[in-house]
């Protein structure tokens, strides 16, 4: 069964940047799946906030970080990373990764997801 871990969260001064990393465990490959992240803040609903497709040609982003976050593919690394810059207070959140085994016939992101890493916070406040 394929586990999720994510990194690189932390905390953040205003307009700074963060990378968050997720991988799989036990060196199962991501190559097949469509990868998404996740952002829940308290009190809030779980919101998506940017996907990519298995093979990295298709990608999408909430409009609220759209211009500010960039996700991309590292297959040698088996790592699908989020490159978060000119963070905001509002994007404080616990961010999750998510993985769905893709259609192979159909290079987009997916509409579920069914393997979930634990979170990693991401914090940003001076």
């Known amino acids: 069964q394929l586990q999720l871990v994510e990194s690189g969260g932390g905390l953040v001064q205003p307009g700074g940047s963060l990378r968050l990393s997720c991988g799989a465990s036990q060196s199962l490959s991501l190559d097949y799946s469509n990868i998404g992240w996740f952002r829940q803040a308290p009190g809030k609903e779980r919101e998506e906030v940017s996907c990519i497709s298995y093979t990295g040609s298709s990608a999408d982003y909430a409009g609220s970080v759209k211009g500010r976050f960039t996700i991309s593919r590292d297959s040698a690394k088996n790592t699908v990373h989020l490159q978060m810059s000119s963070l905001k207070p509002e994007d404080t959140a616990v961010y999750f990764c998510?993985?769905?085994?893709?259609?192979?016939?159909?290079?987009?992101?997916?509409?579920?997801?069914?393997?979930w890493g634990q979170g990693t916070q991401v914090t940003v406040s001076s």
């Open positions: 998510a993985a769905e085994l893709a259609d192979l016939y159909n290079d987009a992101c997916s509409t579920e997801y069914e393997y």
